[in-house]
């Protein structure tokens, strides 16, 4: 019967070990996600101002050319 008790006990050592592991890997997938979740604010943070350089841009690029076409017409 020493046997039985013997594998039980290892059993329930194994089962602990996995418990263990299991938290490990709970800590480290919130971790991760934690960083995610914030790498998507910053993102977010950053479209705004790209979305608004982008708008100026593209006023630049038209002014650009109304003084292109003004300077030709004047040539």
């Not at 290892?10 to 919130?30: E, F, G, I, L, Y």
């Not at 979740?37 to 690029?61: F, M, T």
């Amino acid at each position: 019967m020493g046997g039985t008790r013997e594998s039980v006990e290892n059993a329930q050592n194994s089962a602990n070990a996995a418990d263990r592991r299991a938290a490990n890997v709970r800590v480290r997938t919130d971790d991760a996600y934690g960083v995610g979740k914030e790498a998507l604010g910053v993102g977010h943070d950053a479209k705004s101002p790209s979305l608004i350089a982008e708008q100026k841009a593209g006023q630049a690029n038209a002014d650009l050319s109304a003084a292109k076409q003004r300077i030709a017409a004047l040539e």
